[in-house]
């Protein structure tokens, strides 16, 4: 048996090859630049690198959109349309993250441990800490992600499907845990997330497997063939289809697979929610997308049903138990949730208007989310002085009674903040609106209407909770520092007062030593040691603005994009 | 098109038999043209500025009113010359702004329509308003929001003028609201008085009334023509659409000049509107605001034209409010309410007009020219009384006023005549021929004729007799107010030269406009590519006998008031009257029919549909928040923290959408 090298498409693949030849490089470059300049080193690398690969979508864009894309590297991945407009869209979003993550603001800090390696509260931490040490491996480690996720929606290859997918997961795992305030939270969510990433890998694999015996193939499109003939064990392909599709739902955190998503948004540090939030979720729709419109379009009226109750019940689901949070990045975890209840409803569709909106609702939410946890970054907690005065500025104030009076002190933060809310809610004159609207008619267009109508209602629902933080921020008058909690937080979240936080702490409490940090902290925020205080960044600032931006102009001009999705998003057979 | 260049070359040699239809627009930019934004432009800009500056421009704020309005006649004015200076059949022109809608298959440019019916109202809106500017700076010298004030009057000419120049009907609605708006603000300008701002509230809701007329109208433009725009809607060809349909949009600007224009059935406002200051009276309530409605028919004749139905129904509604209006200003004390009972059924005539088709069309817009200049005169007239007798408006307290008041008096005396049609005076130019026109059968339907006829024909008898009551209860007879001298506190005199050179050149106006128009029957042709030319057909009398029977009619009436208001004792306190006075003293009990029909059983609705909203509504809402918090709560619970839980979560959902697959699949 001779072994023939495929042909490469160096030109096809080059934005995939760009970030992972970057993100080599950089792990090189940990080894052999000076500490003093490793940072900017891989800041400036990762920054090139990204750059780079959005460059190369866009010089293939303008072929692909006239000749519909092609096949490389033996046809393992097809640089179509659709896979162009998803990689555009994540390198934008990842390029907007890493402002956000590589901006030490004011405070001149970044969000991650000193060492990540270091067990929390030891002396080893404490020392790393007043050395000022860096884990700079954080940017390879987001390259990789990234090409992890430029590769997952242009796989018409299982196996390949396989790699990328663990490509762009494990370094998600690790950057959840490198928090460098509660770091027991982080190491949980980050723990929590392997593990049950694991367990959706496993079922993914077991899914091609099933798949690999059904059709005896591994490529999208002799699954696809394979499907159009008889064979009596329609079973294999049909159990074998779901699995494949829980793994890749696992990915968009949708319903019954969304469990780890609230928990790993909030454990994870800030900026690291905001990129994955955003590029994870338009990664792995991109891949659902395909392995549904290429891979099974003859089996699409079969798992219609099982489409049809993973969308309703995310959309229920995520909304009703985002109206009970109380932390904001829960509540943004849960709204990501809903959202991906949203999203499928363009999928579910079934049709090209479907795949446009979805594509285009992809972007709408990305630049919200990323926005709107690039603000949650922003307002932080600052310890009251021993003299009463001003004391240090420390992690994230996320709980919500935290964020009353806000929009006084703050108006233009605030404002930017309501502004992401409101496209989150789907409010016309933001890009959420035009994304809703978009999936939810492709949905009546293709017969879906049930799932429209329960998205409808479900987005009416959801503005509740998006409006409770604006009145939050603008109309309710923050706690005085000292005073007892009952009046500002109790008034502020009516429904669940700081003191109710026994379930929320749940996680906390089962890995035994976290339970004390994090109760300590419960109590400090209760007792009002501490002050709501917003710190500034440019990198933040100019990613915060650029999602502002893209959120107006998508929501009152959207027709160049719409236009542009459009022209070029179809698959490759 | 050579024809037509050739009869138009023969136009002054052929004046009576030149005929031009309706004419398209031609697309204009550059040159004198395109400074016709400035109409709009100056007074919106002086507005802004005035609200802008505050207190700041308390001193010099009335002036920058005058000037900006003054500045917009000018603009008016070098238009009108350049538009002269056009052939006749070339005389309607867009001027092109920008894009202004563009949304899937509706596209609307906004645009100035420039053509001898917008001039003519430019010039109308602008002249007069810039005489009432100059009144008002005395009228409301001691007012400390005098600068607020002109504000809102150059907010209206502003209006006013988007109104009259817009290019299509949806930027023609922006104009409507904005006179909305400005009326509102000004007749509830002393809105600290409780019932002024009852009255600013009433003609807002009447008028919103109307304003559902127009949007709907727009509605069915849309939906019948595929666009709003003048250009598209008036030179569509309406051989496809249905009479019902056209009937329908008729019907609906009817009711939109209804509200705007206070004819019946939605009249009730302009008689509370009087709580304005007066100058607002004379401007928007006399001149011009009231009289867009009848701007909006003429503007839409094309489409009138086509549904004889809703012609009809337009004749009979200026027939029963020249009547109403008339009824009702024989009975009225105050002499603005009178003045304001006499405008609703001059409108009445203008409205009567322009229902009756090609034939009316012209006059109605020659006689709301001519009434825009003697009302206006007569309502400054009635403003210099009342400055000169602290603001009485009561006319039994009047009497002899016009030795004490010289210049009052003989410019109230021209618009009095001009209003009775006494010849050569303004009136008798206009209303006569609305008289005559009315007499034309229409369609072949002699009763037609006579009805209205005779309904105008009444209408200006009643006209005559209420117009001299009101000038011999005032000017004419014994004092009924006491002066100082005799321990009273009145001591009338002649308002200062601000207040009196408007009246004056208002006062020319109203007697020598008509003749002046008149003359070869210039402004009928001038308005001739807008209404296009109508045969004038034969009345069914004679039209000498008709021009003597008006006069007698007249006479009578003048007569008729003189006996009773100049000659004998008008008594201070009103008598009981007979039942038909006491109806028409609370306006023929509209206001109680109102109540009864619309007010009170809309008050039930909301009353029960509050009930509603609060127990099932809200009651439902507020069930389902708490049911769904509760379900949060619940799944909450789920969110245990601990992986296996979350992975169990996993495989059980696994699992279930397993079993619906196969389950669907067998």
Redesign the interface.
Known sequence: MSFTAPHVDWAAIAPVAVVLVAAVVGVLLEAFVPARVRRTTQVAVAFAALAGALLAVALLWPSVRDDGGRDVIGGSLAVDGVTLVVQATILVLSIVALLVIADRTSTGLDAFAPSAASIPGSDYEALARTKGLQQTELYPLLLFAVGGMLVFPATSDLLVLFVALEVLSLPLYLMTGMARRRRLLSQEAS??YF??GA??SA?LLFGIALLYGYSGSLKLSEISAATQQVTGT??LL??GA??VM?GLL?KVGA???Q??T??VYQGAPTPITAFMSACTKIAAFGALLRFVYVGLPGMQW??Q??LW??AIATMV?GT??????TDIKRVLGYSAVAHTGFILTGVVALNEQGLHGTLFYLLAYGAASVGAFAVVWLVRERSVGADGGEGDVLGEATHLSQWAGLGRRHPVLAGVFTLFLLSFAGIPLTAGFIGKFSVFSAAVEGGAWPLALVGVLSSA?AV?FYVRIVVLMYFTEPAVPGAPEQDGGTAAVE?APVEQAP?EA?????SGATAATLTAERTATGERTVTTTVVRGRGVVAAVTVCAVLTVLLGVAPQPVLDAIASIATFLP | MHTLTALVAALPAALPLETIEPIASAPVRGGIYAVAPLLVGLPLASAALLLLLGRRADRWGHWLGVLASAGAFVVGLATFVALLGRPADDRVLDVHLGRWIDAGAFHLDAGIRLDPLSLTFVLLVTFVGTLIHVYSVAYMEHDADRRRFFAYLNLFVAAMLVLVLANSYLLLFVGWEGVGLASYLLIGFWNHNLPYAVAAKKAFVANRIGDIGLLVALGLMFATFGGVDFQTVLTADLSGVSEGTMTAIGLMLLLAACGKSAQFPLQSWLGDAMAGPTPVSALIHAATMVTAGVYLIVRSNVLFDAAPTAQLVVVVVGAITLLFGAIVGCAKDDIKKALAASTMSQIGYMVLAAGLGPVGYAFAIFHLVTHGFFKAGMFLGAGSVMHGMDDQVDMRRFGGLGRYMKVTYFTFMAGWLAILGIPPFAGYWSKDKIIEAAFVPQDGQLWRAWVFGLVTLIGAGITAFYMSRLFFMTFEGERRWSSRRDGGDQHPHEAPALMTWPMIVLAVGSVGLGALLSVGGWFTHWLEPVTGHAEHGEPVLPVWLIVTLTLVLVLAGGVLAWRRYAVSTVPVAPPIGTALTRAARVDLYQDQVNDALLVEPGQHLTRSLVFVDGAVVDGGAHGLGKTTVGLGALLRRLQTGFVRSYAGGMLAGLVVLLVVLLVTQS
């Not at chain 1, 749940?506 to 089962?510: F, K």
Request: aromatic share 12%.
């Open positions: 723990l929590k593990l049950l367990f959706a079922l329609e079973s049909l159990v779901v699995l829980a696992f319903v019954p697979f469990a780890w609230p928990d079969d798992l049903v099982v109750t993973v689901v009703v138990v985002a109206l009970v949070q629902a509740f429904q379930v749940a996680p906390v409490e089962a």
